[in-house]
């Protein structure tokens, strides 16, 4: 097991660690929000035929140039209909937006631009259609087998579109893993508890909860145990047995009562690495059992919520097969100071400026227990251990709450 690692080597080792769960086959409908685990190719021309923008005739371009104005109407071309054909070139046929064009037709003559006669339709004289016009050529878009859909895109409403078009019923996918979530400390009560004036309502759980809920896990199953090695060693196991990873929270710092590591390794779990040199998290625990990565945090709200979010939800997200998300930066708007040589993740509000900066102002926060502090934030900076001065334009990576 490693010991005091620096942000990055930790991050590594974790990323080193985790392995992809395996795919399964879901039902398109299932399939919302969860990990692609698939490429998908366009499955033919997209589109797949010529089809009008708008509605209006559909003719030959070069009768119009030759001086043509009056067009008689052969017939009526809608969307979902096979192509119909021009009979020769002089004449137009009606057509709908989403229409194939009509064999022989390369131009579209909006509706605006044309006036009834008895059995055609007239262009206006002031009106230049342009060779081509308002039709969505076969293939510009896509040519078959095109790669349309990257394995490791989280399926969304863009996705979605591209599945059912190329008609995958059953995508591949990443697991939406059964997450155990346990708080510990004997100084918790359940929120339905009026707490004595040493104990506190437990809201570590609720929280990490809703954050991993508000980043696709919505399959958490939240609990407690009191700080009894014993009872805690029986809680870890029920929970390991019905679940794809473990999270806790408190029990991992050096106190007579942090049983949590010590548990971990009497019931097989590997012990991976154990402290980090950051503010807040310092304590910060990580493992596998049985090939499930385990995640032992510290119970400090701030703490815990910090690093759910910098290591413990990216890491989940990697198990599904997605791809990494591309490292977001903003400015600071005011300087901040900070003397420990740890890496410092700092709270902050973001906005945008008149020029389109993201800004991130600072939201210190009074101790990492102070969680109050957190409801006017966006999420953290991640401030480096170099460095103690960071003014104002200081450019740092960020980490949202939320996506």
Known sequence: ??????????????????????????????????????????????????????????????????????????????????????SKAGVAWRIAT???????????????????????ARIDDDYRPKRGQFIHRRGSDRRAGALLLKEGQRIGGVEMALLSANGVAQPRVGPDPRIALMSTGDELVGLDSRPESWQVRSSNGPAMSALLKRHGFGKVAAAHSPDDPDVLA?????????????????GVSKG???????????????????????????????????????????????????????????ALKMAQGAQ?????????????SFKPSLTWFLPVRLSTDRDGRLLARPRQTNTSGDFASLARTDGFAQLPAN??????????????WHN
Request: proline content about 8%; glycine content about 8%; aromatic content about 6%.
């Open 256 to 314: 007579a009562k942090d049983y949590v590591p010590g548990v971990l390794v009497e019931l097989g779990a590997r012990p991976v690495l154990h402290r980090i040199r950051q503010r807040p998290g310092f304590p910060l625990w990580f493992g596998m059992h049985a090939g499930k990565p385990v995640f032992g945090l510290p119970g400090n709200p701030v703490s815990s919520l910090v690093c759910l979010r910098r290591y413990v939800i990216p």
């Open 387 to 400: 460095r103690t001065r960071f003014p104002a334009g200081y450019v740092a990576r960020i980490f949202r």
């Open 234 to 250: 029986e809680r870890i196991r029920k929970a390991l047995s019905d679940s794809n990873a473990m999270i806790l929270s408190g």
């Open 1 to 86: 097991m490693q010991t005091e690692l620096t942000v990055a080597q930790a991050d590594r080792l974790i990323r080193e660690t985790v392995q992809a769960w395996p795919a399964e086959q879901v039902a398109l409908d299932a399939a919302t929000g969860r990990v692609l685990r698939q490429n998908v190719l366009a499955e033919r021309d997209l589109p797949p035929y010529d089809r009008a923008t708008m509605d209006g005739i559909a003719l030959v371009w070069r009768s119009w140039s030759s001086g043509q104005r009056e067009f008689p109407l052969e017939g009526m071309q809608s969307a979902g209909q096979a192509p119909g054909a021009l």
């Open 98 to 120: 989403g229409a194939p064009l009509p064999e022989g037709a390369d131009t579209v003559v909006p509706v605006e631009r044309i006036s009834e006669t008895n059995g055609g």
């Open 324 to 336: 990494a998300a591309a490292p977001e930066h903003a400015t600071l708007s005011d300087e901040v």
